[in-house]
C-alpha cells in the first residue's frame, strides 16, 4: 500500500463529478482529501468502459482544483463542474496531466526502442518501457500550472514487464507533488509488487435504472432511447454514452447478435470460417476479439434467461423471438456448456494461446440448433438482403 501524503491544508467534500454510479468511490475519495490522506499511487479497477479513465481525469481535477468559498461564505468546496483547472484538464491541455495509454506516442516512435517495440503508436498493443521512462523523467520536476502533477496510466495491465519494474521506485516514492494513476480490468492483471504500492478503488457495474436516468437528464437522451440503452450497456456507463453519440455502435451489436445465431445453427465449414478470420484480427485488435467473447458470452445469458423463460431478464428484448426459438432446441446442460466453453477460450486468448487453435476448439464445443426451427433467424436474414 502507498504511504498517504500530509496536506499543508484541510479540503471540504468535492462536487460536481462526471463521474456517476460511483458514490463510493467518490465519497472515499472526497473524504481522503479533505482529512489530508490522499494516496501517491491509486490502482482503478472494473470492467471495460465502467468509468475507470473518467474517475481517474476526476481525481486529477480534484487535486488541482482550489475551493470555492460558497454563498454564505463559511464552507469552502472543490466543485468540479466549474473549476478552471478541471476544465483544462478533461480537455486535454493541462501541463501537468498526462494520459498515458497504448496509443500515446513516444519522441522516439521513428526509431526502435530499447525494449525492441519498433512498432507505431496507432498498431502498439503494449505500453512500452519508453513511456515509463518518459513518466519517470517528468516527476522530476514541479508542477507548472496546478496543485499536482498527475500521471494517468489507462490500461496498466498492457505495459510490458520491464515497464512495470521501471516504475515501481516511483509508486514506492513519489514526491509530494504526484500523483499516479493506474487503471486496469482486475488487480490480478498486474504484478502483486505494483498492487501492493498503490490503494486499490474497485468500480462495479452500476445500476442500469442509475444510467437510464443520467443519459436522459445529463446527457439530454429521450425515455425510450435511455431505457435500451441502459439496458445493452449491462453497467457500463460508458458504452452507453458512446453508443447514445455514436449509432453505428448499436448497429455492430445487433450484427452480431444474428452473427452469433448464424453460426450457432451453421455447418461445420462456417464456423472454421468464422474461427480463422477471427484469428486473423486477433493480431491487429487484441482487445477487439476479446470483446467479441465477451458479446457471446451476453448472447448466451440470453438464451439461458429464454431458456428459463425469464423474457423480463432479457438484455436484448428486441430479440426475444430469436432466443426463444433457439433455447428451445436446447437443454440446460448444452447452454451451461457454451459458457464454459467460451470462458475457457476466454481464458487461453489472454494468455496469449495460439488464436485459431483456441477459436476452432469453441466452435467444435459449441452446441448446434437446427436452423429450419429458427423461423426468425430466416426472417431477419432476408430482411437484411432487401
Not at 496531466?97 to 526509431?111: P, Q
Not at 513519489?174 to 505494483?194: G, K, M, R, S
Request: charged residues 30%.
Amino acid at each position: 500500500m502507498a504511504d498517504y501524503a500530509t496536506p499543508a491544508t484541510t479540503h471540504s467534500p468535492v462536487v460536481g463529478w462526471t463521474t456517476f454510479g460511483h458514490t463510493g468511490a467518490t465519497r472515499l475519495l472526497s473524504k481522503s482529501l479533505e482529512s489530508g490522506r490522499l494516496a501517491h499511487a491509486y490502482l482503478i479497477t472494473g470492467p471495460d468502459k465502467v468509468g475507470k479513465r473518467t474517475l481517474a481525469l476526476d481525481i486529477a481535477c480534484m487535486v488541482n482544483s482550489e475551493p470555492v468559498v460558497d454563498m454564505f461564505g463559511e464552507v469552502p468546496n472543490i466543485d468540479l463542474s466549474t473549476s478552471h483547472q478541471a476544465e483544462r484538464i478533461r480537455k486535454g491541455i493541462h501541463s501537468d496531466v498526462r494520459v498515458i495509454d497504448v496509443n500515446t506516442e513516444l519522441d522516439k516512435d521513428s526509431k526502435k526502442s530499447s525494449d525492441g517495440d519498433d512498432t507505431p503508436a496507432r498498431g502498439r498493443q503494449t505500453i512500452s518501457i519508453e513511456h515509463i521512462r518518459d513518466l519517470i523523467k517528468e516527476t522530476a520536476t514541479m508542477p507548472f500550472e496546478g496543485e499536482k502533477k498527475v500521471f494517468i496510466v489507462d490500461g496498466a495491465h498492457r505495459m510490458v514487464e520491464a515497464a512495470f519494474n521501471a516504475m515501481l521506485k516511483t509508486l514506492e516514492e513519489p514526491t509530494d507533488e504526484v500523483l499516479i494513476i493506474l487503471t486496469a480490468p482486475t488487480d490480478e492483471a498486474l504484478p502483486d509488487t505494483v498492487v501492493s504500492r498503490c490503494q486499490r478503488v474497485d468500480l462495479r457495474p452500476v445500476d442500469t435504472a442509475v444510467i437510464e436516468s443520467e443519459l436522459i437528464e445529463r446527457f439530454e437522451a429521450d425515455e425510450d432511447q435511455a431505457r435500451s440503452l441502459s439496458r445493452l450497456a449491462r453497467g457500463c456507463p460508458g458504452w452507453a454514452i458512446d453508443a447514445m453519440n455514436d449509432s453505428t455502435i448499436v448497429d455492430a451489436h445487433n450484427q452480431a447478435v444474428l452473427r452469433f445465431a448464424e453460426i450457432v445453427t451453421g455447418n461445420v465449414e462456417e464456423r472454421f470460417r468464422y474461427a480463422r478470420q477471427t484469428a486473423g484480427q486477433f493480431w491487429r485488435d487484441r482487445d477487439a476479439v476479446l470483446a467479441e467473447m465477451q458479446r457471446w458470452l451476453e448472447w448466451w445469458r440470453d438464451v439461458a434467461m429464454m431458456r428459463y423463460k425469464l423474457d423480463d431478464q432479457v438484455t436484448n428484448v428486441e430479440w426475444n423471438e430469436l432466443f426463444y426459438d433457439i433455447a428451445g432446441q436446447l437443454k440446460e446442460t448444452q447452454i451451461s456448456a457454451a459458457v464454459t466453453a467460451i470462458q475457457d477460450a476466454l481464458v487461453a486468448l489472454e494468455a496469449n494461446a495460439v488464436p485459431q487453435l483456441t477459436l476452432e476448439v469453441l466452435m467444435l464445443d459449441l452446441p448446434w440448433a437446427d436452423p429450419a426451427k429458427v423461423p426468425s433467424l430466416t426472417f431477419d436474414a432476408a430482411e437484411d438482403e432487401d
